[in-house]
């Protein structure tokens, strides 16, 4: 063996040495697959590893990886390694002779690269658990229909066990392999609630399958940019912090709309929708502040504040008195409170906020808009020009009481 070769291979021994699992049965069970994969293939070769290639040197530590995932189930496996004989895909062949009482689809094999609750489908489907009871039982938080685990049980090897799932939702919902398949690419890296997600998945199905006419006449189905660019803006909208979506002049640790919901909802609004936010908020908070609309400050009106505690939750009535959270108060409220501006600047009205705070999470309830000259509350709306709730308005009219405002 040349210098060069053995340098390779030390490198290798390197990085199988820091996947070795802690626990000797696992310990010794990794050894004996290493040993038994470097004798039967060239997966584990140290010129593929130590090639010019970074792609090849990640699909490489990757599959010692695999293996390393399948040496901690020791009392799983049914079959002597020595036995194995390899086929195309090594690591699938591999998982199928050690663990592989009852036959599997080819997809399961990339388990070994994803998650621990992948592998307990994986192993619990290789031991004759049905579909719909190993996923139930397996922590994803999926559910499966009848129909739904039919096509799971007979996927293409095209995605990830919870890609695959979405797959076989999409085709029980209706969609064709082709929807299905630019849906779950759409969606990837993002983990709904299983039941938003499938009110989401009913929604881009309807909308990809949109006909021209009637309510949505003249309308384009999305193409695949749009989709994923729904699938992020639903994200950020339900489930991503507000600090984290509009940056660093934010500092709210709670989602912006965790209350969304698809229902109902046409393509023609939603597209206009994610516009209005697009032109009002987002694009104005991620501006760099010399090209920015300028984030004015006005005087405040005087009247005391609020704050009562409520069981474990917190309520506090704050005045807004900057233009961004005038515009940020009426994103998070989905109301026309930014028009606002103007006036609140001139001193002809003062807005207020009800919030409730639960933990680290602040997140508006009501806007008030108040006289300050007569001393007046003229409007109170929540979400969406809703009307108050009596529980928000009796709050309301504590704080109007100690500052001597009539409601």
Known sequence: MTTKSAGRRDLLDRVIRAHRPASVSASHAYTRLIESVRAKTGLLSPRSFCSRSQKQRRTTEANVQAI??????????????????????????????????????????????????????????????????AIAESGLGSRLTKKAAHRFANA?????????????QAIAFGASDKLASRIVIACRGYRYEETFWQEL???????????????????VAPDDIELAEIARFVWQQKYEDVSRVLGYRVHHDTPLQPELS??????????RHMQNWRNEIEIPMHTPIKFAVRNRVWAPSGFDRLSIDCGE????????????????????????????????????????????CVGTCERP?????????SRQIVQMKARRNAEPTDHSLSLIRRWADANQLAM
């Open 201 to 219: 998945l009913r929604f881009l199905i309807y909308a990809s399958n949109v006909q021209p006419g009637g309510r949505e006449r003249s309308v």
């Open 262 to 271: 698809l229902k109902g909802r046409t393509l023609r609004a939603f597209r």
């Open 313 to 356: 939750s917190h309520w506090k009535m704050v005045e807004i008195l900057e233009s961004l959270q005038l515009r940020i108060e009426g994103g998070l409220m989905q109301h026309c409170v930014a028009s606002y501006e103007s006036s609140c600047r001139s001193g002809r009205c003062s807005i207020w906020s009800l919030r409730k």
């Open 68 to 133: 390393s995932r399948m040496s901690r189930f020791p009392e799983r496996i049914i079959r002597s390694a020595w036995t194995w004989t390899p086929s195309r895909n090594v690591v699938y062949s591999l998982s199928k002779h050690l663990f592989g009482r009852f036959e599997v689809p080819e997809f399961t094999h990339r388990a070994w690269f994803g998650d621990i609750e992948d592998v307990r489908v994986l192993l619990d489907m290789a031991r004759g658990i049905s579909p719909r009871k």
């Open 156 to 168: 293409p090897d095209r995605f990830s066990i919870p890609e695959t799932i979405r797959w076989a």
């Open 365 to 373: 309830v009501v806007t008030v808009e108040v006289w300050p000259d």
